[in-house]
């Protein structure tokens, strides 16, 4: 446990070097407002002495008090300049850490961001990472400066009268007994509390996207399993901590600060013996009410430790997953075509590529076809770099892949998939997403090649217009439209369609099939096709089966030489032939 605390420890440091010296101010700092804290009790103490020796002179009085306001003023200003700069360096740490978490995404295999679910991510990235910022913006500041200063002030307590020193520290080991008596299994049983939460907060933004499935079949909240048991399980946790720890920390705070009830009687005594003088018994008795504070502060961040700690351990699972290693030195591809050699491939224990051995047409098209569940779609996400394989390899030009920076990769392939997702962004800013240094002169011929100009000028805002989460405010054909621009402008040498219009209208289809003509000109061409009438002209067809090739060849080899194909062209020439006289 100590170990994985101080990589903990260690984790945060390392977030944190870009503020180091803001956090040492910060720290600094913290202990001067703590030190100038204690000023105004020293100065009551010495108030009280004089009075005592009847010492009533106004100008003495006001300097006291000039001191106590000096103290005050100085453990505010001290204080606050101290909370300013932990704030900063806890959002720098915030932000260094999302930024680490983001870009490690962008290098894991597309299969751990799919086999995790997207409310776990929104969980880690916003909420569990925001849940850090105040433990940092205080616990670093006031832990040290709320420990060392009790230290030092225990020293000089020491100094004047080891006697009742002792007398006012000893509810501190009392104190602490019960807080072990609270540390039994905490970590077990916090690292509960907070994984039911994450938990939770997972399986609502899951019911919150199923929603629409929901109220379909009538299905309440509380018919929905998941859900329930989800907020139950958070419910129970809390409840089983709160019972566990709030007993033991209520003996403990309550006996903690009670030092004043062995000081008072053993002072009193002791002056009443002529040991000790007055203003040391008082400056005692102030001592004792100003020691236990501090460290009871100090205590209380036994949940922030513990959160801090679990908090980190789950960032380091995201960013300790393993990446696609591929090198950062470029290479020259001579040639566009994509080879697959033996290649294998598995999601977990299911065995999806079983030996494929296929090369595109170079400058041509090649289509791939298939029964669902054939392989199709993950044949596109490996020549898109999203997984490797498990066997074999994939070459773009005669280089494996392996041996290309991803950043090369992404420039040689356009991808544009059946899910065309769109950025809350304007439609010209989706669409430069193809080339970041695009003007808009060459966004908007990318749109009239996409055939998207005609209907981005009819709205109200042109293509200032926002589309909305997730292209929202757009129709499945539009935004479609606007995912070929942006493949148009990015302008790679290989273009890769994932079933582009599998669920498309007939009226948008041909539109689209003109908006792919502009994009594929002079480039090599991957189909992945639902429609195989779309594909008829395809140099080369490739035929999946059960992860297997059938067979390869163009339309009319394969309608004579494979099975297979002959019945999926008669089956989509029915259901076409069908939906025409339904619509007749």
């Not at 000893?170 to 077990?188: A, H, R, S």
Request: charged residues 20%; contains cysteine; hydrophobic residues 45%.
């Amino acid at each position: 446990m100590k170990d994985n605390k101080q990589n903990s420890i260690s984790m945060i440091l390392n977030f944190a070097k870009q503020c180091k010296n803001k956090m040492i101010a910060s720290i600094l700092l913290s202990i001067a407002g703590v030190a100038f804290g204690m000023i105004p009790y020293f100065a009551v103490s010495n108030l009280i002495s004089r009075l005592f020796e009847n010492d009533y002179k106004w100008a003495n009085i006001m300097y006291i008090a000039l001191i106590a306001l000096i103290g005050y003023l100085g453990k505010v200003i001290f204080s606050t300049m101290s909370t300013i700069l932990s704030h900063k360096s806890a959002f720098i740490i915030l932000k260094n850490i999302r930024q680490e978490i983001t870009e490690k995404l962008s290098r894991v295999p597309m299969g751990y961001i799919i086999d995790t679910p997207s409310g776990k991510f929104k969980t880690s990235i916003v909420d569990t990472v925001e849940k850090i910022e105040l433990p940092l913006a205080h616990m670093i500041p006031e832990l040290t400066s709320n420990l060392l200063v009790p230290i030092c002030l225990s020293i000089y307590f020491f100094f004047l009268d080891w006697r009742l020193a002792l007398i006012a520290l000893v509810t501190i080991p009392i104190g602490l007994v019960c807080y072990m008596g609270m540390m039994k299994d905490y970590e077990t049983r916090y690292a509960r509390v907070l994984k039911a939460g994450r938990n939770m907060d997972a399986t609502i933004v899951e019911y919150i996207n199923g929603i629409e499935v929901i109220k379909m079949f009538n299905q309440s909240a509380r018919s929905y399993k998941k859900y329930t048991d989800a907020v139950k399980e958070n419910s129970n946790s809390k409840s089983e901590w709160f019972k566990k720890t709030n007993g033991y920390y209520t003996i403990a705070i309550c006996i903690m600060p009670t030092s004043l009830l062995g000081v008072l009687p053993m002072g009193t005594y002791l002056f009443m013996k002529g040991s000790i003088s007055i203003p040391v018994l008082i400056t005692c008795i102030i001592l004792s009410l100003s020691l236990i504070k501090p460290l009871i502060q100090a205590l209380e961040y036994t949940d922030s430790l513990a959160m801090v700690d679990s908090t980190v351990k789950e960032i380091a699972e995201i960013l300790e997953a393993k990446e696609m290693n591929r090198p950062i030195d470029r290479k020259n591809i001579k040639n566009n075509t994509i080879t697959f050699e033996n290649a294998c491939f598995a999601y977990g224990e299911v065995q999806v590529l079983k030996d494929i051995s296929f090369s595109t047409v170079p400058s041509g098209i090649t289509a791939i076809v298939g029964p669902s569940g054939s392989g199709k779609s993950t044949i596109a996400k490996l020549i898109a770099s999203f997984w490797d394989v498990d066997k074999g390899s994939i070459k773009i030009g005669g280089i494996d892949v392996k041996e290309l920076p991803l950043s090369q990769i992404m420039e040689t392939i356009a991808y544009v998939s059946q899910d065309n997702f769109l950025f809350n962004l304007s439609i010209r800013e989706n669409i430069r997403l193809g080339n970041k240094n695009a003007s808009d002169e060459e966004v908007e011929m990318a749109a009239k090649k996409a055939s998207a100009h005609e209907f981005i000028i009819t709205l109200p805002n042109g293509y200032d217009t926002n589309v909305g989460d997730a292209g929202g405010k757009l129709s499945g054909g539009e935004r479609q439209r606007i995912s070929i621009a942006r493949a148009i402008l990015k302008n790679a040498s290989v273009v890769l369609l994932d079933e582009a219009t599998a669920f498309t209208d007939p009226e948008n289809e041909s539109i689209i099939q003109k908006s792919i003509n502009e994009l594929i000109k002079n480039k090599t061409l991957i189909v992945i096709a639902h429609r195989l009438s779309t594909i008829v002209h395809a140099d080369q067809i490739v035929v999946m089966n059960k992860g297997k090739i059938e067979n390869m060849g163009n339309h009319r080899y394969l309608l004579e030489k494979c099975k297979l194909y002959k019945e999926l062209w008669q089956a989509h020439i029915s259901f076409k032939d069908n939906a025409i006289e339904e619509v007749s």
